[in-house]
């Protein structure tokens, strides 16, 4: 901190900040800083919420990682992890790169991919799940129009209930990362890819040469982001199966919820949102520890 | 369509006039990518289509997407059977709330933050980001009981204010007044003017792309909250639009006209507010990579 001059301003400038932190300040201590390490405490509780809370040390974490429940739990928002993000990231790099050059209908085209992403997750799950309906739904109808004799019973079925969000939330997602992806697409330098040209490099050698390197650093943004909301993923599985059918979608903040707010076990629930944030800063701490492998920063 | 793309830096197409000719590969770029746009689009235009039928309607093998006949009468009779204006009443003052007051607190705290010095500032502002890698369930658990000791369960407080001092949005405009030069303070600086004028006439007024980005990202993940409002709420006084819907769809399972007819109500605000301002969405995400759930 530089040295003032003069004190009386020093002391007038230093009273100001904190009347405009003020605000602002004691909210955040009130909603998010306290209730960070009241989470912390929680987690180490017994509580239900009508006796007093009972110390039990690990005992929440301990129990967690012996749960079968908890394991799938777990192995469902992996699998759901793997599945929509690398997905979701293909489709918007193939839809970024195309809307990139000069086409006709450009706005629909970008409005049509990126209204999912304002909607609202519980009305589009709603009518997802009425496409997914066994007996009426679009998609069904559709398999039988083209002749599959036996389609699948899609919310209904633990082999196809994760499958079905997974594909909701592909096409939900698409749009935002194909903004992320359009924004990096405009840092690229054009005369690369004239020099390209003129060196002879088809559109193929382009893109793996030029376009991909050189968004690198977009792709990773995406891949983190990406990875992070999805670990968090819950209104779909709330609202299009319940965690159902026989846990097949139940996911960690699903799980979370239920816990906390149905059968009011608010330590091990809190032991649990720890546990998801601990993998949520792993898998973000190894991709930055990685990403020196194949991200370009030039 | 020729109309400046918002999300290019500028560059070689500008120069161009704005009619610019098609090349024969670019009209069959956009012909492949017709049906996949159509996909995207088919979920919205299902739903609409479905709200217009009637009950037994729905039904129909092979499914018809025009109704016949059309019918408006699952738009009353959702208001009617939920308290509809009152969850999209609910909605529409929690998220504009919420907005107004992240918009005041932030950009007061900001400014502190980026522009003013102060013993511990720097501490502090570290405090603040580390609670932006900490996922919201985590403070979930004590927020609720929190706001139960308190008795504002169910009320407006418990929905508005745990969101009103956000740390994300104070880290987004500190980051953005920072890069306003200095200079431009200076002279109000010489003519004496206190920091809350610098404040209130310089700053405010030059950070409309950074507190635009901030105020829609906030209306939306607000009006599109469902976690959270599900949890501090429990009449349907209280609902916000999403726990309404949801309640819905629990009461009457297999009643897909009505959802649907709810399903559009929910989604027309946010597509009206997105069609209007779509330039400061894709540029607040291009900036921020704020948006995402």
């Known amino acids: 901190m530089a040295f003032h001059p003069n004190v009386r301003l020093r002391r007038r400038e230093i009273g100001a900040a904190y009347g405009f932190l003020l605000p602002n300040l004691i909210g955040f201590a009130v909603f998010t800083f ?3 390490l009241a989470a912390l405490a929680i987690s180490f509780t017994d509580w239900d919420l009508l006796q007093a809370p009972r110390w039990v040390g690990l005992g929440n974490y301990r129990t967690l990682f012996t749960d079968p429940l908890f394991g799938q739990v777990l192995k469902n928002t992996a699998l ?4 929509t993000v690398p997905l979701q990231m293909a489709l918007a790099l193939g839809v970024a790169l195309a809307l990139n050059q000069r086409i006709p209908g450009q706005l629909f085209f970008r409005t049509a991919y990126f209204m999912p992403v304002v909607a609202s997750t519980v009305a589009v799950a709603l009518v997802w799940r009425w496409i997914f309906n066994y007996d009426f739904g679009l998609l069904n109808s559709f398999l039988y129009m083209i002749g599959v004799q036996d389609p699948p019973n899609w919310l209904g079925s633990t082999r196809w209930a994760l499958t079905s969000i997974i594909i909701m939330s592909v096409w939900q997602q698409v749009g935002y990362s194909m903004v992320l992806f359009l924004a990096g697409l405009q840092g690229v330098p054009q005369q690369l890819y004239e020099a390209a040209e003129i060196d002879g490099a088809g559109p193929t050698a382009r893109f793996v040469f030029i376009t991909l390197p050189m968004l690198s650093a977009t792709t990773f943004f995406v891949l983190v982001i990406g990875v992070i909301n999805s670990f968090q993923v819950f209104d779909q599985a709330l609202i299009m199966t319940q965690g159902g059918p026989a846990n097949a979608t139940n996911t960690i903040v699903f799980h979370i919820y239920r816990n906390a707010f149905q059968f009011f076990k608010m330590g091990y629930a809190s032991a649990m949102a720890w546990v998801l944030f601990a993998i949520i800063f792993v898998v973000t701490l190894l991709q930055f520890r990685y990403q020196r492998r194949w991200v370009n920063y030039d | 369509m020729t109309e400046p793309d918002d999300t290019r830096g500028g560059g070689v197409h500008e120069l161009k006039s704005e009619k610019t000719r098609y090349t024969l590969t670019n009209w069959l770029l956009a012909l492949f990518l017709i049906p996949t746009a159509l996909v995207m689009l088919l979920p919205f235009i299902w739903m609409v289509s479905t709200s217009f039928k009637l009950a037994g309607a729905v039904f129909e093998y092979p499914p018809t997407w025009i109704p016949r006949p059309l019918v408006w009468q ?62 919201g369930q985590v403070v979930i658990i004590p927020n609720f009981i929190l706001l139960r000791t308190l008795g504002w369960i169910d009320t407006y407080q418990a929905l508005i204010l745990p969101a009103a001092f956000s740390a994300f949005g104070t880290f987004l405009l500190r980051q953005y007044f920072l890069t306003i030069p200095r200079e431009l303070e200076d002279a109000a600086v010489v003519d004496g003017a206190s920091y809350w004028q610098i404040y209130l006439r310089v700053i405010l007024p030059l950070s409309g792309p950074a507190l635009s980005a901030l105020a829609i990202f906030t209306f939306l993940g607000q009006w599109n909250s469902f976690l959270y409002p599900l949890v501090v709420t429990n009449s349907a006084q209280m609902s916000t ?53």
């Open chain 1, 80 to 83: 759901y992890v793997l599945g």
């Open chain 2, 74 to 135: 699952n738009y009353p009779q959702v208001v009617e059977i939920l308290p509809f204006a009152r969850f999209f009443f609910n909605s529409l003052f929690v998220a504009l709330s919420v907005t107004a007051l992240q918009l005041l607190t932030c950009s007061l705290a900001a400014y502190a933050f980026a522009r003013l010095r102060f013993p511990g500032r720097d501490a502090l502002f570290l405090g603040y980001l580390g609670t932006l890698m900490i996922p």
């Open chain 2, 241 to 293: 639009l999403t726990v309404g819907l949801n309640t819905l769809q629990g009461q009457y399972n297999t009643a897909w006209t009505l959802l649907m007819a709810g399903s559009v109500i929910a989604l027309v605000p946010v597509l009206l507010v997105f069609v209007f301002a779509q330039r400061y969405f894709i540029k607040g995400i291009a900036m921020t990579g704020f948006g995402g759930r």
């Open chain 1, 34 to 36: 306290f209730p960070v």
